[in-house]
């Protein structure tokens, strides 16, 4: 579906704005649906990052600059 397309690219998005806005040092903390595909977004855009947890539903990403 193409709104559904259209939300997620504006969610990486959001989250590549984030990682610029960081300091050296500073850490994005998010929390997304299971599915969206987040994690590839913080791994171009952070010098580390990761997944901290993850349930059914949710889970929370971390990216550190």
Request: proline share 5%; hydrophobic share 40%.
């Amino acid at each position: 579906d193409t709104a559904i397309t259209l939300k997620v690219e504006e969610g990486k998005a959001l989250i590549k704005a984030a990682c610029d806005a960081l300091k050296p040092g500073g850490r994005l903390l998010l929390v997304a649906n299971r599915g969206l595909p987040y994690e590839p977004v913080l791994a171009e855009n952070c010098k580390s990052s990761g997944e901290d947890y993850r349930n059914a539903r949710f889970k929370i990403l971390w990216g550190r600059k």
